[in-house]
């Protein structure tokens, strides 16, 4: 092989590995929220029924590669503070989801499901918006929260 050919290979390759390092990372995309702790949401989360949840607090990490970590704290509030009390839980739960897209639907066309690697967590949520994503029940309807609840995470950092 001639000086010339090796050049032009060192040359493609060179402009080859620029190009796939030039591809930008996907971020994670944090949301978070405070739920109700009523009967619907421990079911999805694998919540106890005997257990008194007021709200659940959440922190859902959706990687770029399917992943997602989901931090909660549950339990009883302090009174006069947007506190729980101190024997409060709290769960990490780490699993995979999924996107499907229903272009026909008039309600909501985007549809994320988790799905915990346990198997005892299933949450599906409807994406409003690039910032916002509403809990659904287990019929796929939008829960219907009330003048102080909503079932609804706000991305940490919007997008404009």
Known sequence: MGKGFRNTMLFVLVIHGMACAAQPAVEDVVYAGCTPGEG?????LGIMDNKVVDFIRWN??????QQFVLDISYGESRP???ALKPDSIHRTIIGTYKTSHHP???TFREVVELQGSEGNVHVTMARVTANLFHLLTADQALMVGNGGWSFQLNRRSPIP
Not at 60 to 65: D, F, I, S, T, Y
């Open 104 to 106: 026909g639907n008039a």
């Open 40 to 44: 619907q949401v421990k079911q999805i």
């Open 60 to 65: 859902l990490v959706l990687r770029g590669n």
């Open 80 to 82: 006069n503070t947007l």
